[in-house]
């Protein structure tokens, strides 16, 4: 079965801090990816990746940067968190044409 | 970009009933439609997918019709269960499996009334 593991459930930052969030699969997949999940809003995607230091923008990508150094951990990076990114972020993961598979979240509040 | 309308945003069926869910895309290079099921707390999870090959696909209580004319998809969920109750998302993707990243519609949630 597939494991998408992120690395906290819950988290309270501050304005301005830098924020990583992790998340690592174990299934050797090529595809990683990050969305937002807003009341409301549905998912939103925010990065992805297709290989190890590779990666695309989605839909909603200002704000945000992501580092992919190994194939199976794929970092969403808040340069300077805001009130405006509060909301849960979940990672997911796909290999050719199989569905994507998706991590519990993480719930993310900046004060 | 790709655009994932679904209605309705709330549904309310009696327990046995039969709940229908609708969406509608507007990239015609659309391929993959996957459902997702999210319940509360939990990450989603898929339900049922189907690609642009296939016009229908079954799996026991659970239908997904695609009718890619009109670009649009449906989710039929036949002699619900309190257990179906939660939120359901639909996607589309280009990508064949969503590996270019799935665009989702903005849920429904069903509420399954004993």
């Known amino acids: 079965d597939v494991k998408v593991t992120q690395s906290s459930r819950y988290l309270v930052k501050r304005t301005g801090e830098k924020v990583f969030l992790e998340c690592v699969q174990d299934?050797?997949?090529?595809?990683m990816f990050w969305y937002r999940q807003d009341p409301g809003l549905g998912l939103r995607l925010i990065y992805f990746?297709?290989?190890?230091?590779?990666?695309e923008k989605g839909d909603i990508p200002e704000g945000y940067s992501v580092s992919r150094e190994k194939k199976e951990r794929f970092s969403l990076i808040l340069e300077s968190a805001s009130t405006n990114q509060t909301s849960m972020y979940l990672c997911?993961?796909?290999?050719?044409?199989?569905?994507?598979?998706f991590g519990d979240g993480t719930r993310l509040s900046i004060l | 970009g790709e655009n994932v309308e679904q209605h309705p945003s709330t549904l309310s069926v009696q327990e046995g009933d039969s709940a229908v869910i609708k969406c509608t895309y507007s990239?015609?290079?659309?391929?993959?439609f996957p459902w997702y099921k999210q319940e509360l707390g939990k990450r989603p999870q898929l339900i049922i997918d189907?690609?642009?090959?296939?016009g229908e696909k079954k799996d026991q209580r659970i239908a997904v019709t695609l009718n890619k004319t009109a670009k649009h998809f449906s989710l039929h969920i036949t002699e619900t269960q309190p257990e179906d109750s939660a939120v359901y998302f639909c996607?589309?993707?280009?990508?064949?499996?969503?590996?270019?990243?799935?665009?989702f519609g903005k849920g429904t949630h069903l509420i399954i009334q004993p």
């Open positions: 996607a589309a993707s280009i990508g064949g499996g969503g590996a270019d990243g799935l665009t």
């Open positions: 990239d015609s290079a659309s391929n993959y």
């Open positions: 299934m050797d997949h090529e595809n």
């Open positions: 997911a993961s796909t290999s050719g044409v199989q569905p994507q598979h």
């Open positions: 189907i690609r642009s090959n296939v």
């Open positions: 990746s297709y290989d190890v230091k590779m990666k």
